[in-house]
């Protein structure tokens, strides 16, 4: 059957095999290629059907404006130009050419239409009545609340904030439970107007869900935060907001605790911040959020496992504490630059586990005696060609270098290339006039990192199938990065390497990963001034400096497509983002200089950086710093490895 749109068409069903309705006479195949399949649902301003693009025999979600005042047609291009935006699973995907507007027969009053991903499952609001209203457990909520964070993170990180998020607008995916937060229609756009409430903004209000600073026009980002927070109240309940069980009218709060007893203390005390009645005193950004929830996580897990104590003796003792999770610790271990010549013979590494933990690194003491030993004897030179920009992006130089490099094989003709960094000094962080710094960057500050080796790509998905036997990307392809890693995996392909080497392989800490990126430069980029999609994959709807638009290629490409820094690494920038070895930090007070990895902070938050090719170039920066629990895995997330250096860690 083929559905008319036309909201006048007294019969609007049809059959499938016709082009025009038989009552109306209106179009029923949609800009040629789209029918309309069935009605999924009708609201004041719009209705959504299911249709079928007839060429790909695909399902879709179809989006009819049927109120054609200013403010609405305003607010539906809005979320199409939104959607068109994000790029993330647990956000619908439009196409580029989503939006169109038809003409019904005989009418000169277009329908406003556009075209996004099909979802399957249901909101999380039907969710909820096909269990007969039983409330969520503490796992499911701590579980679910992550999706969301990570999921507004996108959001805000575009400076969007949603301003309708509701059990109705949060979509589970039937096929993997993912959810998808939808309805971008009400999206707003945060600028210097709504930070400093100098002036309206639109109220959209859902009762129940909408803080009172945007029931009286007046919506910032962390409007968000106080729906999320009674969308978690009412799954944890099963009571709706403005239910009076739970809901104090004269103070506008809600006494929720002892309708969800099987909720944590800290887990409540999260989300009733979150809901607190001025926005200045919820948290004030996503970062803040996903660090609460981490510290809950560590809390609630079960009490700490003693390691076994070490058999070996050292010269240098080695010291285990229990760290950020149950189980997990933290190895303070000086370590030698396994190749200070080419003869030199390399240990074993040894590795400790404890049950429940995150997987650790691979640790080594200088003087420990190696159960098996390798020689290494093939340095190679290679050469490549360095490139220099402006601001605009323009290359404004180039030049020849060369560094040493070895290789690893790692069977079925797979290898994997090791680049020398020379040791030096360099500065960690961004200077305060760097366009688009973030806080977490300073303060600036003197590092000295001894030479180590560094992977001269993003480990590749043929490289890692090699090792752990199988293959997690998204963006499939040997050379392409692999990605929908975690931390725990990545740590574990260094451990499994390792054993399988004999020599020592790990992450990078920051301090090396940042000294290896920006190989010797202190702007931006290392590049220069700013970049262009020409130089780095990312998204090129967005620019730095004075640099134009590019291509957004929307996924992974084959890691060394573009121009290396002075050390002869590729991709630094973009591609994907990369694992590092050090526990969140929100500033550099007291960091260590060195270039030793900072676990000194407890929690299982993981540092990243290089952007990637779904991030705006603000965010593939040298000094910029992203964080992600340890047990995350996503398309825009793989690693590189290092190998010798100071392996120390900082305590």
Same mark, same amino acid.
């Given at each position: 059957?083929?559905?008319?749109?036309?909201?006048?068409?007294? &019969?609007?069903?049809?059959?499938?095999?016709?082009? $025009?309705? &038989?009552?109306?006479?209106?179009?029923?195949?949609? &800009?040629?290629?789209?029918?309309?399949?069935?009605?999924?649902?009708?609201?004041? $301003?719009? +209705?959504?059907?299911?249709?079928?693009?007839?060429?790909? *025999?695909?399902?879709?979600?179809?989006? +009819?404006?049927?109120?054609?005042?200013?403010?609405?047609?305003?607010?539906?291009? &809005?979320?199409v130009a939104v959607l068109s935006q994000l790029n993330h699973p647990g956000i619908p995907k439009v196409e580029s050419d989503a939006y169109f507007v038809y003409f019904p027969q005989e009418s000169r009053n277009p329908i406003h239409c556009f075209v996004m991903e099909k979802i399957e499952g249901i909101d999380l609001e039907k969710y909820m009545q096909n269990r007969n209203l039983l409330p969520i457990d503490q796992t499911l909520a701590i579980h679910l609340l992550k999706d969301l964070v990570t999921i507004l993170e996108q959001v805000h990180n575009q400076n969007f904030f949603h301003r309708d998020i509701k059990p109705s607008n949060i979509m589970l995916r039937a096929e993997n439970a993912q959810l998808v937060l939808i309805d971008f229609g009400s999206v707003r756009q945060v600028t210097e107007t709504v930070v400093n409430q100098q002036g309206k903004v639109t109220a959209i209000v859902s009762a129940g869900f909408t803080p009172p600073e945007q029931i009286n026009n007046n919506a910032v980002p962390q409007s968000d935060f106080f729906a999320l927070g009674r969308t978690f109240v009412y799954l944890l309940t099963a009571r709706k907001p403005l239910d009076p069980a739970?809901? @104090?009218?004269?103070?506008?709060?809600?006494?929720?605790?002892?309708?969800?007893?099987?909720?944590?203390?800290?887990?409540? @005390?999260?989300? /009733? @911040?979150?809901?607190?009645?001025?926005?200045k005193d919820r948290p004030q950004n996503i970062k803040q959020i996903s660090q609460r929830l981490a510290a809950i996580e560590k809390a609630l897990q079960q009490p700490q496992i003693k390691p076994q104590p070490q058999k070996n003796k050292f010269t240098r003792r080695v010291f285990i504490k229990t760290g950020f999770i149950i189980g997990t610790f933290t190895v303070a271990v000086v370590g030698k630059?396994?190749?200070?010549?080419?003869?030199?013979?390399?240990?074993?590494?040894?590795? #400790?586990?404890?049950?429940?933990?995150?997987?650790?690194?691979?640790?080594?003491?200088?003087?420990?005696?190696?159960?098996?030993?390798?020689?290494?004897?093939?340095?190679?030179?290679?050469?490549?060609?360095?490139?220099?920009? @402006?601001?605009?992006?323009?290359? #404004?130089?180039?030049? *020849?270098a060369t560094a040493k490099y070895f290789t690893e094989d790692l069977g079925n003709g797979v $290898?994997?290339?090791? +680049?020398?960094?020379?040791?030096?000094? $360099?500065?960690?962080?961004?200077?305060? *006039?760097?366009?688009?710094?973030?806080?977490?960057?300073s303060p600036q500050h003197q590092v000295t990192v001894p030479s180590f080796w560094i992977g001269k790509y993003e480990l590749t998905q043929a490289q890692y199938q090699a090792i752990i036997g199988n293959n997690p990307s998204f963006f499939k392809g040997d050379n392409h990065p692999v990605e929908q890693v975690s931390w725990n995996d990545a740590v574990t392909f260094c451990q499994k390497l390792s054993q399988r080497t004999g020599k020592n392989y790990r992450l990078p800490s920051e301090a090396e990963w940042e000294y290896a990126c920006r190989a010797g430069t202190t702007t931006p980029f290392y590049f220069g001034e700013s970049i262009t999609p020409e130089l780095v994959n990312y998204d090129g709807n967005h620019v730095y400096s004075s640099a134009p638009k590019g291509q957004y290629r929307e996924q992974t490409t084959d890691v060394g497509n573009f121009p290396p820094n002075a050390f002869g690494l590729y991709d630094m920038h973009g591609n994907v983002w990369e694992w590092c070895q050090d526990n969140f930090h929100d500033h550099y007070t007291n960091a260590p200089q060195d270039g030793t990895a900072w676990i000194s902070q407890s929690g299982n938050a993981k540092?990243?950086?290089?952007?990637?090719?779904? /991030?705006?170039?603000?965010?593939?920066?040298?000094?910029?710093?992203? #964080?992600?629990?340890?047990?995350?895995?996503? /398309?825009?997330?793989?690693?590189?490895? +290092?190998?010798?250096?100071g392996v120390r860690v900082f305590w």
């Open positions: 059957m083929s559905l008319c749109i036309n909201p006048n068409c007294l &019969q609007p069903e049809n059959p499938d095999n016709i082009l $025009f309705c &038989q009552a109306c006479g209106s179009e029923l195949m949609i &800009q040629g290629r789209y029918r309309v399949i069935i009605e999924l649902g009708r609201g004041g $301003f719009g +209705v959504t059907y299911q249709i079928n693009e007839i060429r790909k *025999n695909q399902a879709k979600v179809l989006k +009819v404006l049927i109120n054609n005042q200013p403010k609405a047609i305003e607010l539906f291009k &809005q979320e739970i809901y @104090d009218s004269d103070n506008e709060t809600l006494n929720w605790r002892t309708h969800a007893p099987q909720i944590s203390p800290i887990l409540a @005390d999260l989300l /009733d @911040d979150m809901m607190q009645r001025l926005y630059n396994i190749f200070k010549n080419q003869n030199h013979k390399i240990t074993t590494p040894k590795t #400790t586990t404890s049950i429940n933990s995150s997987t650790p690194e691979p640790t080594t003491s200088p003087n420990s005696t190696p159960e098996n030993t390798t020689s290494f004897t093939k340095l190679k030179t290679f050469e490549f060609e360095v490139v220099t920009t @402006d601001a605009k992006g323009n290359i #404004t130089n180039r030049r *020849n $290898f994997l290339e090791m +680049v020398e960094i020379p040791g030096g000094k $360099f500065l960690m962080g961004s200077p305060e *006039n760097e366009a688009k710094r973030s806080d977490n960057e540092m990243l950086r290089g952007g990637s090719w779904g /991030d705006n170039p603000d965010n593939c920066r040298s000094a910029y710093r992203n #964080t992600h629990y340890f047990d995350y895995n996503f /398309d825009l997330i793989g690693f590189r490895v +290092v190998c010798g250096g």
